[in-house]
């Protein structure tokens, strides 16, 4: 009886704390808006179904099987994989969800794509990519038998890959473009404040066994409670949230955006790592080592999805020779620009 009676009463919490909506169908085309709009009325003009989590201030949104999750307080709107900003916070009046003008052209419209997407039309997961060249500077990283030097190898490799993606129509940004230092905790910053949607580091290999060869990747395990809130993170949060218009103060928006940025990326770079990994090898005819979890510190405090590559082992005299060819730079570098790209527009 009791349990009975918990059930109902939550029963009871559940129903008053989800409030939604599923429009009837309309053969009203989308129309643009030029004002803010109510939500309800946005997404019962282009048939569009909803559910508002009042606790989580999260709404879902819901279009034949493509899916958006708008945060009430913040810009912020998950699509699918993607990140979209809108110019201004959605926000409640009088317990009605309110959205800005460009919802209409950044939400529904490419929810409707995407619902009506077919193969070779898609809208790219990702648009803006951060490739960030391993050590630098004084620190050359791997050295391999004849000198080769791992800082040289993958600057080279990045400036490579910077071109094919931007060929792509991809926005690229390098954390150095340069034989310079550049500390780890810049590179974080660098990516935060940037507003990308995925990090990439690229990395060559070094073992004590020689024999030791081939492609790995690598994204970072489930972090702990303390490295969740570790320093960096929380200043690099800093710097991603001053590209979003959360308002001031709002702690428990700010906990929520975390929250969601945190799974979308665990989720999304241990899928990358897997795919990047799998398909960069074949390309390159190199062993793939498969896609690990390690606790590297770039991929700990970035908070878009982010990879670690390790392209060959410097150690090994074989690979070594190969790393020194530009003809085997730039088919590395082709490899993992298809790569990423097939992954960013859901091609296999
Ligand atoms: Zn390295």
């Given at each position: 009886m009791a349990n009975k009676k918990l059930l109902s009463a939550l029963f009871i919490l559940m129903a008053s704390v989800f409030i939604s909506g599923c429009a009837t169908v309309s053969k009203q085309p989308p129309v643009s808006t030029k004002r803010e709009t109510y939500l309800k009325d946005i997404c019962a003009r282009n048939n569009v179904s909803w559910q508002w989590d009042q606790v989580a201030q999260v709404v879902t949104l819901k279009y034949r099987g493509a899916k958006a999750k708008v945060l009430v307080g913040s810009d912020l709107v998950l699509m699918g994989e993607e990140r979209v900003t809108l110019s201004a916070p959605a926000r409640t009046v009088q317990s009605a969800v309110i959205v800005p003008p460009d919802f209409q052209s950044k939400v529904i419209l490419r929810l409707r794509q995407e619902a009506s997407q077919k193969k070779g039309y898609a809208i790219p997961k990702f648009r803006s990519i951060i490739i960030d060249a391993g050590h630098g500077g004084k620190d050359p990283g791997a050295i391999g038998?004849?000198?080769?030097q791992e800082k040289v190898v993958v600057l080279d490799i990045c400036k490579r890959i910077k071109k094919i993606l931007q060929q792509r129509g991809f926005k690229v940004k390098m954390?150095?473009?340069?034989?310079k230092f550049v500390s780890l905790k810049a590179r974080t910053e660098i990516a935060s404040r940037a507003a990308a949607d995925l990090f990439v580091s690229v990395h060559a290999n070094a073992a004590r066994v020689r024999s030791a060869y081939g492609f790995e990747t690598f994204s970072a395990p489930d972090l702990g409670f303390v490295d969740r809130i570790a320093t960096q993170r929380k200043i690099n949060e800093g710097l991603m949230f001053s590209n979003l218009s959360i308002k001031k103060n709002a702690l428990n928006v700010e906990r929520i955006v975390s929250d969601m940025l945190y799974e979308h990326k665990q989720s999304e770079s241990k899928l990358l790592a897997k795919q990047i990994g799998q398909k960069t090898a074949k390309l390159i005819k190199a062993k793939n080592r498969g896609a690990k979890k390690a606790r590297f510190y770039v991929l700990r405090n970035t908070l878009i999805p982010a990879i670690l590559v390790?392209?060959?082992?410097?150690?090994?005299s074989k690979e070594e020779k190969l790393l020194k060819k530009k003809t085997y730079r730039q088919k590395i570098a082709r490899s993992l620009a298809r790569s990423i790209s097939d992954y960013a527009k859901g091609t296999r």
């Open positions: 038998r004849t000198g080769l954390t150095r473009e340069s034989d390790e392209v060959g082992f410097l150690s090994n």
